[in-house]
């Protein structure tokens, strides 16, 4: 027999593909980086299929790739050599909501904005907050973060306990519904932003938060993005906890008000804040106006309703959509820096002086909070010289992000597209310890081959 009727031996005739349109919608995520058509795709409806699938891959020497809702921005979940796709949409219930307990069991395909909306029934949430609709289990593999990180943490802080398939089809149970664990290797943690290459989340448990009862939303302008990114500095070293802290320049709310705002385009703070009472909240206001107006604030607007909050976060979360409306015939990178927060101010500086510098087309936002920045820039297709500057930008303001004591990668993952950063920021040392990792978990290299430390070998395929 064939692939696709090995594999539908396995997951049922319906659930196992090569059609050329099926291999195209799952041959890359939403970056630029390579694409290529994997050789198969199955969707299991439960984790002894996922099991099977694993354990043929591995006989064959075939890669496996996880699959949730291919909205990554590294190449995270491209195929890039080919294989099987395991698509997860089948395996997307809520398993048991530990209600009790401010937790919840869920299968990996479940996806992040519909899963808040049935958990909203019983006034709880999860917090991560990436944006775009991922699912639970690509959120976990890359562990993602987003507008409220800067409060209750990113995914990795909110995992308590996995299973996983492993390579060899092993299925594991790692941690547990305890808060406080100490018990052995945190296994949890390491599966958690391995972006696929150690095993395949077969369920989670999570940490969740009560919907709050009050908040806030703020909008502060300012003159210069240097004086906003200050501002941030300010606010977190004040001991205030934004909810959301995001930092966006004058581009970026011009395009957000294409299709969602109306704000001043200028360069621009919006936060939010939770509190147990109107005049907790209140008083924070009043210091973080006060912080704002020292930093050159021009206008401050607190106390944003409902409907205006919405729509301000609507417009955030579209940006990046929007961008790429705009540029649809444009090659574009994606810079994902992060840093301790006292050096936020002179990385935004930085990155902000070299959009006057190097003459690039592109915006600079991010979750400023928790020291987070994003820059994206375009090139037109048929200009390399362009597109060499592109990433001649990339390299610089990562490398200022290093020397910051920061990371390639706040909350994309690796992937393809920071693999080359991973030396500089980790070292040699650090790199081979994770390479023996890999090999340790997947002696064959058929996990996401080609991604985070990059092995090379990939079975027959």
Same mark, same amino acid.
């Given at each position: ?267 621009? !703070?919006?936060?939010?804040?939770? #509190?147990?009472?109107? +005049?907790? &909240? ?5 210091? =973080?106006? *006060? ?112 020397? !910051?004591?920061?990371?390639?990668? #706040?909350?994309?993952? +690796?992937? &393809? ?5 991973? =030396?500089? *920021? ?36």
């Amino acid at each position: 027999m064939g692939l696709v009727a090995d594999l539908a031996e396995i997951v049922g005739d319906a659930h196992a593909s090569a059609a050329e349109s099926i291999l195209q919608i799952h041959s890359g995520d939403q970056s630029s980086h390579e694409r290529r058509l994997p050789d198969a795709v199955v969707w299991p409806a439960n984790t002894a299929e996922v099991s099977a699938v694993a354990k043929y891959a591995s006989a064959n020497r075939i890669p496996l790739v996880g699959w949730g809702a291919g909205s990554s921005l590294e190449g995270n979940s491209n195929p890039v050599h080919g294989g099987i796709v395991i698509d997860f949409g089948r395996m997307n219930q809520i398993v048991e909501v530990h209600e009790n307990d401010f937790q919840v069991t869920v299968q990996p395909g479940i996806f992040y904005k519909d899963m808040n909306q049935l958990l909203a029934r019983q006034g709880l949430f999860f917090a991560p907050d990436p944006g775009a609709n991922a699912s639970i289990g690509g959120m976990i593999a890359n562990n993602a973060s987003g507008t409220r990180t800067v409060k209750y943490g990113a995914t990795r802080d909110n995992v308590l306990a996995l299973e996983v398939v492993l390579a060899s089809g092993e299925v594991i149970r790692t941690g547990s519904r305890s808060l406080k664990q100490s018990a052995g290797y945190d296994l949890t943690h390491l599966f958690t932003g391995s972006e696929g290459t150690l095993g395949l989340i077969t369920e989670a448990t999570l940490i969740l938060a009560p919907l709050p009862e009050h908040f806030s939303a703020v909008v502060a302008t300012f003159d210069d993005t240097p004086s906003a990114a200050e501002a941030v500095f300010g606010i977190k070293g004040s001991g205030i906890s934004p909810a959301a802290l995001e930092l966006l320049d004058a581009e970026s709310i011009r395009f957000m008000n294409m299709r969602v705002t109306d704000l001043p385009e200028m360069p621009t !703070l919006l936060m939010e804040f939770h #509190g147990a009472s109107e +005049v907790a &909240i209140k008083a924070e206001l009043e210091l =973080v106006k *006060e912080i704002c107006e020292d930093c050159g604030c021009t206008r401050f607007e607190a106390g944003v309703g409902r409907e205006s909050r919405d729509r301000l976060w609507e417009g955030r979360h579209a940006l990046g959509e929007i961008l790429f409306s705009v540029y649809p015939d444009s090659h574009y990178l994606i810079t994902d820096v992060s840093v301790p927060i006292s050096a936020y101010p002179e990385l935004a500086a930085y990155a902000n002086s070299l959009y006057g510098e190097m003459g690039v087309h592109g915006t600079l936002f991010g979750h400023a909070g928790d020291g987070n920045l994003h820059t994206v820039n375009f090139a037109p297709l048929d200009d390399d010289d362009q597109w060499a500057v592109l990433h001649d930008f990339n390299d610089r303001v990562v490398q200022k992000a290093i020397e !910051l004591d920061g990371t390639c990668t #706040g909350e994309h993952g +690796v992937g &393809i597209g920071k693999q080359k950063y991973m =030396v500089y *920021e980790h070292g040699e040392g650090a790199i081979e310890v994770m390479k023996q990792v890999k090999t340790l978990f997947d002696p064959l290299n058929i996990l996401n081959p080609g991604k985070v430390v990059g092995i090379k070998g990939k079975g027959k395929r």
